[in-house]
């Protein structure tokens, strides 16, 4: 079954304490990108990369990293969590652009709470 | 700065009837236009997709246009049904990879 796999689906995490968020995908997609959504804000993007070794900041990215060393897995790192990282975050992947490009695939969702 | 925005937070229908739900943007040159359905506590599921050279799209009781002169994109719910009920996201996508969402439409269609 074709999926986007994140972990864990639910951390409660104190203010400084590293965490990992891992995303991996089963279809061999080349673009994968994380998004955070909150209440009046929609869905943002963190990051993205369009391959493996390739990654690109998108609209919120401070506070986050990422790494892409193979294919079907993209980590979102918080380094030193704060209480404005508290969200729902979301990763999700791609087949890349053009003929190709079909339908972004998302994964279940990460609520995160930073106190 | 880019910027895309549903109109309407919400919008409720009769069963039967179609829905109607826009998406415009500004400061943006996207690839692809996407519609999304996101139900509570659910990643968006995708509905469908529409390129920067294509003026509309239909699948099923779907149908999107896109006008890259107006910025504007169009989805719409034919004969509605409760269970379309959902909050509708509209997303662009840039060919370098990009992608912004709007805030979304709640659709309440009731019986």
């Known amino acids: 079954e074709a999926q986007v796999t994140q972990n864990p689906r639910y951390l409660i995490t104190v203010t400084g304490k590293k965490l990992t968020v891992t995303c991996s995908q089963n279809m061999n997609h080349e673009y994968m990108s994380w998004y955070r959504q909150d209440p009046g804000l929609g869905l943002r993007q963190i990051y993205y990369s369009m391959n493996v070794e390739v990654t690109d900041k998108g609209d919120v990215p401070e506070g986050y990293k990422v790494s892409r060393k193979e294919k079907r897995n993209f980590p979102l790192i918080l380094e030193s969590p704060s209480p404005n990282q508290t969200s729902l975050y979301f990763c999700a992947s791609s087949q890349d652009r053009g003929p190709g490009y079909t339908e972004a695939f998302f994964g279940q969702g990460t609520r995160l709470t930073v106190v | 700065s880019q910027k895309i925005e549903q109109n309407s937070e919400a919008l409720n229908i009769q069963e039967g009837k179609t829905a109607t739900l826009t998406c415009n943007y500004t400061n943006y040159s996207p690839a692809y236009l996407q519609w999304y359905r996101q139900d509570p506590g659910r990643g968006p599921v995708f509905l469908l997709l529409i390129r920067e050279n294509e003026k509309e799209k239909r699948k099923e009781r779907l149908k999107v246009t896109f006008d890259t002169t107006l910025k504007q994109s169009l989805f719409h719910i034919t004969a509605s049904q409760p269970a379309d009920s959902a909050t509708y996201l509209c997303?662009?996508?840039?060919?370098?990879?990009?992608?912004?969402f709007g805030d979304g439409t709640t659709l309440t269609v009731k019986p």
């Open positions: 997303a662009l996508r840039t060919n370098a990879g990009k992608s912004t």
